[in-house]
């Protein structure tokens, strides 16, 4: 199996790290690769007694990670038994170790909190790390399954263009139609004083819609047979984009759009997407 062509997927143990195994098949089915199930094995670092021992000899951390990795592997024959599973048992601690497996990928997918995930936090602090790390597309699995579109947030940033790749790609894979959304700021509407007098809002509105089909052409040009319908929303990005993905079987965003600074690895937007969508969120960062 070449591991250029796999789809790689991080396991803990959690049942979200199950559901993100099932997920990481059907993306690894739809792409034609295999999968690679990767479990990060810290103890041996620590310096931790990993094997049997004489009072439990069917026992040890290496057993029960040898069992995470079973279970993983079984659901990903549930799933879709004609995708080749290799499962992967690593040192090291989990965030490195998933980024290691990351580049010699084409995507990685994660749950969105795993088993030492606290009750006061949205997203697992190894898929926030990841995340922001990554330079391969990140897929993190939250929320709820469901028909409907695949949504993409346009803001013409460099991230954005990457962004649009990768929807395009996942809306004909799955067969569902792409909602290209460009979230704006109308002057006449969202300011508290008055704009200026020569303002045109029709305007202004007709030069988003210009930039947001611009920013779709070429790929739609390169993948014709998708379903592409644009919307331009008044508002703050973040917020429509959270609530739009109430009606989306998956997000796709920038890691980082117009506003980011050059220390921050996440973008405000990816990050409220990933604590607050109601479906999986896919991410993607611009690496040239």
Not at 39 to 68: C, K, N, Q, Y
Not at 251 to 268: C, K, N, Y
Request: charged share 20%.
């Amino acid at each position: 199996m070449s591991e250029q062509a796999m789809v790689a997927v991080g396991v803990d143990g959690s049942a979200t790290a199950l559901e993100a195994v099932r997920e990481a098949t059907r993306e690894a089915a739809w792409r034609g690769c295999g999968l690679r199930i990767v479990h990060a094995f810290i103890w041996p670092l620590m310096h931790v007694e990993t094997g049997a021992s004489e009072a439990v000899p069917e026992g040890g951390l290496r057993h029960d990670a040898e069992r995470i990795l079973a279970e993983a592997t079984a659901a990903a024959k549930a799933a879709n038994g004609r995708v080749e599973v290799r499962a992967d048992l690593v040192t090291g601690g989990p965030a490195g170790v998933l980024l290691a497996a990351a580049r010699a990928a084409q995507l990685l997918v994660l749950g969105d909190r795993g088993l030492g995930g606290f009750a006061g936090l949205l997203l697992g602090s190894v898929a926030v790390e990841v995340t922001a790390h990554c330079t391969t597309p990140v897929l993190v699995v939250r929320g709820e399954g469901r028909p409907g579109p695949v949504v993409l947030g346009v803001d013409g940033s460099a991230g954005s263009a990457a962004a649009v790749r990768e929807a395009f790609t996942e809306a004909r894979q799955r067969d569902a139609e792409l909602l290209a959304v460009r979230v704006w700021h109308d002057a006449a509407t969202t300011l508290s004083y008055s704009v200026p007098a020569l303002y045109d809002a029709d305007a202004a509105r007709s030069a988003e819609q210009h930039e947001l089909d611009a920013a779709l052409d070429a790929e739609q040009k390169r993948q014709p047979n998708v379903r592409v319908r644009t919307q331009l929303v008044t508002g703050r990005t973040g917020r429509e984009l959270v609530r739009l993905s109430e009606q989306a079987q998956l997000m796709v965003v920038g890691a980082r759009g117009r506003g980011g600074f050059t220390g921050l690895l996440l973008g405000s937007v990816s990050q409220q997407l990933l604590h607050h969508a109601a479906c999986p969120v896919l991410v993607v960062r611009h690496t040239s």
